[in-house]
């Protein structure tokens, strides 16, 4: 099972994408849990080492170095395309984020 976090600026624009993800993850059989976080409670979170990825929101890619440096390179973080945020596409989300893991 993979952990997936989702970062944003207060943690509920991503609220939408996470329940798309999850009923993409469900009629495909991948088992993730997912959860979205307001960048400051993220920080936390990652110092305790709970996650396998941080996707974050395009609003917030410019918090992408530091988070970086607070996984100190135990996971990836990436940042959600612009596109497939706006459209709330679940699966290409989802998608990338799994092609990310498996690098």
Request: hydrophobic share 50%; proline share 2%.
């Amino acid at each position: 099972m993979k952990n997936i976090l989702l970062v944003c600026a207060a943690g509920m624009s991503t609220s939408m994408l996470v329940k798309r993800m999850k009923e993409y993850a469900d009629t495909v059989n991948i088992e993730v849990t997912i959860n979205a976080l307001a960048i400051s409670e993220a920080k936390e979170t990652l110092k305790k080492n709970e996650v396998d990825i941080v996707l974050l929101g395009p609003q917030v890619r410019f918090q992408k170095k530091e988070l970086e440096e607070v996984v100190q390179g135990r996971v990836p973080v990436a940042v959600i395309d612009m596109k497939a945020y706006g459209q709330m596409d679940g699966k290409a989300v989802l998608d990338s984020a799994l092609v990310c893991l498996a690098e």
